[in-house]
C-alpha cells in the first residue's frame, strides 16, 4: 500500500491579510521542531509499517506556513531521516512550498542535493500594489527574481501558486502577470479563486465594510484566465489546478483520489483508511510548545491516543467517507469509476446516486462513460464542476 506524507512548517515571518492555514509569525524555524517532526515522523511511518517492503511513500509534500524558512542543516536532516528510511516508490515525488523571498542560489543549491525533486512557489500575483494591500511578503521584482533562479539552476519539477481576483487586481494586471509567469515555463500552476474567511483580517475588514469585493468580476476572471492557460498548454485536472502533460501533483492527487495520507506537525491531518472504507483521522495539536514537549519527551512512550492534548482523534465511519470519496473525487476533471468505488467500499454506489448522475448528465453537466473493465466512469466536466456543491446537496 502507498502513502502520501505532508510536514506541516506553521512558521511564517508575517501573516498575509487572506490566509487561514495554522502559523505563527516567527523568521526562524526552532531547531527543537525541527527534532520533533523527525520523532513523529519515526513513529507515524513505523506505526503503518511503511519501511519500502509492505508500505511506501508515494509522496512527501512540506507546506506552511513558509517551509523555504528551513535552514540548510535542518533540511539535511529531514533529508538524511528519509535517506535512512529508503521507504519511497520509484517514482515519488517530494515537494516544498517556497516563498519568492527566499530563493536564492545557495537554497536551490542545497535543494538540488536532497531527496526533494518539486517546488512549489507561492507567487500569488504579480502586481506590487496587490501585493502590498494584503501584506504578502517581497515584491514583483522577489517573484521575478525566483523564477530568473528557478528556471536557470532549478533542473527538476517546479510549480507556482496564484490566486486569482486579489484586492486591487484588474483585468490587465493579472493578465500581464501570467503572461510572464508562462515564459518561465513551469510545470504545473495552482490557480485558487480568492475565498474570504470571516477569521482572517480580510474578512474582518469586508465584513465591516472597510473594503469593497466584487465577487462576479473575480469569478469572471478565473474563467477567461481558466481558458488563457487551456490554450497555452496546461490541462486543466481539478477545480484549481492546471499542469502540463504527466506533470499533475502526486501528492494532490492522493487526497482527491481517497488514499491514505499522514499528516505531521504542529496543526497536520492525516487519515488512514480501513479495509471497509471507514477510517481514523487525527489532527496534531495547534501549540508549538506543547507539540515539541510530547515528542521530546521519551518517557510518554508516544501513547498518543490516550493524550487529548497532543492530537484529536476523529472516527471516519462508512456513510461519511463515501461522501468524501466523491466531494474530493469529483473535484478532478476526470472524476470517478464505479470500480474505484467497489475497490474501497466492495458494493455498488447507490441507485439514489447513479439517478442524480443520469439527471445531470441530462443537462450536460456530467459525462458518463463505460470503461473497458466493466467499469463506468463519472465525471462533472468542465462545466459541471463549477457546480460541484449543488451536486453534492443533491446526493447526501
Known sequence: MNFSLYIHIPFCVSKCLYCDFY???????????????????SFRLNEYKIDGVINKLQSVYIGGGTPSLLTKNQINKLNDFFLSKNA???????????NPDDVSESFIESINQTLINRISCGLQSMNDDVLQFVKRRGSVSDNSR?????????????????ICGLPGESEESFFSGLNTILKYMPNHISMYSLTIEDSTPLGKMFNSGKIEYDFDFAD???LKAKDFLEKNGYDQYEVSNFSKKGF??????????????????????????NDDGSGIRWTNTQNIERYINFWQEKSNSFNI???????????????TSKIEFFLMGLRKLSGITTKEYENIFHKPIDDKIIK????WEQKSLCKIQNEHNDSVRYSLGKNGILFLNAFLEEIV
Open 23 to 41: 502559523s505563527v509569525p516567527k523568521n526562524k524555524i526552532l531547531e527543537s521542531y525541527v527534532d520533533s517532526v523527525i520523532t513523529e515522523l
Open 88 to 98: 519511497f516508490t520509484d517514482d515519488f515525488e517530494f515537494t516544498i512550498e517556497v
Open 146 to 162: 525566483a523564477l530568473d533562479l528557478l528556471k536557470s539552476q532549478w533542473k527538476k519539477n517546479f510549480s507556482v501558486d496564484l
Open 220 to 222: 469572471n476572471l478565473w
Open 248 to 273: 499533475e501533483s502526486k501528492h494532490n492527487l492522493s487526497y482527491w483520489n481517497h488514499q491514505s495520507y499522514l499528516g505531521v506537525g504542529s496543526g497536520a491531518t492525516g487519515t488512514v483508511y
Open 305 to 319: 491516543e490516550k493524550n487529548d492534548d497532543i492530537q484529536e482523534l476523529e472516527q471516519i465511519d462508512v456513510e
Open 356 to 359: 442524480v448522475f443520469k439527471k
